[in-house]
């Protein structure tokens, strides 16, 4: 009917992992679980390391709010962390944009704690096909 | 001490007359923000004053800091007593976003529980 595939399907390396999920809110604690665990093998401060998580906990909300509001889809979440410390996560859907929604469960501040917390921030919709979130993060260095 | 209602990471006590303590422990967002709400507002629709206890959270993320504010905003319009108590043992993440949100204020945070009762209880909280 609607296409329903929605295998959680987890790629994972000791640089970075990729996840494709169903886009249920269920799935949002996953997504930060496997970044946690990345950001923990690689000695990345607490402090950083929830820091990056909210990031990205919202980034993957507004896939799940946004991109599907009459149906159901997937999104895709990736994490690779380079040897300098630079932390690249992409979270990407396959919906209708982040259109405003009037019954939002969301506080509009979304992007905002994204811009705030990453070092680097890029949305892109390509050829009007979903939403890219992009967010670099500097995690190298940040010991103190 | 009275514990009215347990789920995951969110149990209802009632830790004195007239007063429900609901303390929130652990991560939550989007996925368990609706729970939170249906718990905040049998709180609310008990009469009783309201506390949040975050002192054990360690994450929320935005869906949930909504959820906390509008319990908040409610309890205001009903004149019910509320107070949330957030302290140090607060998760870094959960200050975080309060900080970057600029919301802090709107949740009536207090250091401890015992400091949260008595704010909920005393007369002109609201």
Known sequence: ?144 | MVILQAVSGIVVERAEPGVEVIIVTGEHDISTAPELERRLEAALDSGHAVVIDLLGTTFIDSTVLRVLICAREQASERSVGFRCALGETTGHGVRRLLELTGMAGRLQAVPTRADAIAGAVAPGHA
């Open chain 1, 1 to 144: 009917m609607n296409g329903r595939v929605f295998d959680t399907t987890m790629t994972s390396r000791s640089s970075g992992f990729e996840l494709e999920l169903a886009a249920e809110t269920d799935n949002v604690p996953l997504v930060r679980h496997a970044l946690r665990g990345l950001l923990e093998a690689s000695g990345v401060p607490e402090e950083r390391i929830a820091d990056i998580s909210l990031a990205v906990t919202e980034a993957c909300a507004n896939a799940v709010l946004h991109a599907y509001p009459h149906s159901r889809g997937q999104f895709e979440a990736a994490a690779e962390l380079s040897p300098a410390g630079e932390l690249v996560v992409t979270v990407r859907d396959y919906g209708s944009g982040m259109a405003p929604r009037v019954d939002s469960p969301g506080l509009g501040v979304g992007l905002p704690v994204m811009a705030a917390i990453a070092d680097a921030l890029e949305i892109d919709t390509p050829g009007g096909s979903g939403t890219v979130v992009r967010m670099t993060f500097e995690v190298a260095g940040s010991a103190s």
